[in-house]
C-alpha cells in the first residue's frame, strides 16, 4: 500500500517522534511504500522513505501549528494515498494515533497553571475539532483506554471507531550477575549509599509529572528514602533552587541520563503526574521489576491497578499519602512481593503483539476507504511512482 505518515518531525526525540520512527520501519519491513509529511526531512535519512515537505509559518507558534494542520492536510489529499495516518494536532486523514488525550482535559488538569496563551487554546481545540468531526476519519487507536474515554465524551466516537493499542515496552537485561554490578556503578555514580532506598523520577515536563509533589512526599517519608531525578526542563535551574532546604540532601539531580539503568538501579518509581495519556517510564519500571507509585490521571494506571506491581494514589496532590507508600515500599519482603506482579502485569505489552492489532487495524480501514471510492482494496506491494 502507499501509506503517508503525517507528523511533524521525523527525527528520534520525544517518545511521539520515536513512535513514527518506529511505525515506518514496520511499514517499509512489510513492503509499504511510506511517504512522510511533515516540517523536516527524517534524520537520519531514509532513501526508502518519501518526503513531502509541509511549508508553514514558523513564528509564533499558534499560526506553525495551525498553518503545519492546514498545509499536510492539503499535501494528504493530494496524494491519493491508499492509507493516511496522523500522529499529531492535524486533521484530514484516515486512521489518527492519539497518545496525548483531549486538549480540553489536559488543559483541565494543569489549570490554573496551564502556561498556553488563549490563541494557543483556540488552535488546538479547532485542529481537534476539524479531526473528530472529519467523515474521512475512519478509525482511532489511542495508548489508554484514559485517553480512549476522553475522545469519546467529547466527541461521542463510537467503540466501533476507536480502539486502544498500548505501546510495546522495552525489556531490560536479565537480572544476574551484570545488572547487579551495574546497579552498584550506577548507585555509586549517583552518589547513593548502598543502605539509602532510592525512589526515582524519570521525565522532562517536570511540573506536568508531578516532580512537586514527589518531593513533597519524600519529605514526610519516615524511612530513609532518596529521590533520583533524571531528565531536565527548560525551568530546571528554578525548580533545583525551589527544593526545601530539608530536602537538598535526599534529592538528586542527575540531568538527562539513560533512563532503563537508573530504573534497574532504583528500588521504586515515584510518578504522581498531574496528566500523562500513557507514562511509557511507568510501564519500562514495571518491566524491571521495580514497584510504582502512580497518579490516576496517568493512563498506566489502568495496567498498575489492574495487575498490583505498584500503588495508584487517591489523590496525588496529597504528600502525606505519598510518603505513606513510599513507607510501606521501604520493607524488601513488600517490594519483592511486587516484583513479580509488576513483571507480569507488562509482560503481554510486546511491539510484535502491538504491530499485529495495527496490521489489522489498518487492513479493515483500508478496505473501508476503497468501499467508499468504489475501489478494489489495496493488497502487497504497489510499485514505486
Given amino acids: 500500500m502507499r501509506i503517508a505518515l503525517n507528523h511533524t518531525r521525523f527525527c528520534p526525540a520525544g517518545g511521539a517522534e520515536n513512535y513514527v520512527l518506529r511505525l515506518a520501519e514496520h511499514l517499509l519491513a512489510r513492503g509499504d511504500e511510506v511517504h512522510c509529511v511533515g516540517r523536516k526531512p527524517p534524520c537520519p535519512s531514509d532513501a526508502r522513505l518519501r518526503f513531502h515537505r509541509v ?94 474515554r476522553q475522545i469519546q465524551e467529547c466527541y461521542g466516537i463510537p467503540d466501533a471507531r476507536i480502539s486502544v493499542l498500548r505501546n510495546g515496552v522495552a525489556q531490560p537485561a536479565p537480572r544476574g550477575g551484570a545488572r547487579e554490578t551495574e546497579r552498584a556503578l550506577v548507585r555509586r555514580r549517583a552518589g547513593t549509599n548502598g543502605d539509602r532506598l532510592v525512589a526515582v523520577f524519570v521525565g522532562n515536563d517536570w511540573r506536568r509529572k508531578g516532580l512537586d509533589r514527589a518531593i513533597e512526599g519524600l519529605r514526610r517519608t519516615r524511612a530513609p528514602w532518596d529521590l533520583w531525578v533524571v531528565g531536565d526542563d527548560k525551568h530546571g535551574r528554578a525548580l533545583r533552587r525551589s527544593v526545601p532546604a530539608d530536602a537538598r540532601s535526599r534529592v538528586r539531580f542527575l540531568g538527562p541520563q539513560d533512563g532503563m539503568s537508573h530504573l534497574a538501579a532504583a528500588d521504586a518509581l515515584l510518578f504522581p503526574s498531574r496528566f500523562d495519556s500513557l507514562a511509557n517510564v511507568v510501564l519500562e519500571a514495571m518491566a524491571c521489576g521495580l514497584p510504582v507509585i502512580v ?91
Avoid at 62 to 82: K, N, P, Q, T
Avoid at 330 to 346: M, T, Y
Avoid at 354 to 372: I, N, S, V
Fill in 295 to 385: 497518579s490516576p490521571m496517568d493512563g498506566a494506571a489502568e495496567i498498575v491497578g489492574g495487575g498490583g506491581g505498584g500503588f495508584v494514589l487517591e489523590n496525588p496532590a496529597d504528600a502525606a499519602e505519598i510518603a505513606a507508600k513510599l513507607d510501606a515500599l521501604s520493607d524488601a519482603p513488600a517490594r519483592a512481593a511486587l516484583e513479580r506482579r509488576a513483571i507480569d502485569a507488562v509482560a503481554p505489552l510486546t511491539w510484535e503483539r502491538h504491530f499485529t492489532q495495527l496490521d489489522d487495524l489498518l487492513a479493515r480501514a483500508a478496505r473501508e476507504k476503497a468501499e467508499r471510492r468504489g475501489t478494489r482494496s489495496p493488497a502487497g506491494k504497489l510499485e514505486p511512482v
Fill in 55 to 148: 511549508r508553514c509559518i514558523p513564528f509564533p507558534q499558534e499560526l506553525r501549528i495551525l498553518s503545519f494542520a492546514y498545509g499536510s492536510a492539503r499535501r494528504v489529499a493530494a496524494g491519493a494515498f491508499d492509507l493516511a495516518i496522523g500522529l499529531g494536532r492535524t486533521f484530514g486523514h484516515d486512521v489518527h494515533r492519539d497518545s496525548s488525550g483531549a486538549f480540553e482535559s489536559f488543559r483541565e488538569a494543569l489549570a490554573p497553571r496551564f502556561a498556553r496563551s488563549r490563541l494557543y487554546c483556540r488552535v488546538a481545540r479547532h485542529i481537534e475539532r476539524r479531526l473528530y468531526e472529519d467523515p474521512r476519519l475512519i478509525h482511532t487507536f489511542t495508548v489508554s483506554g484514559f485517553v480512549k
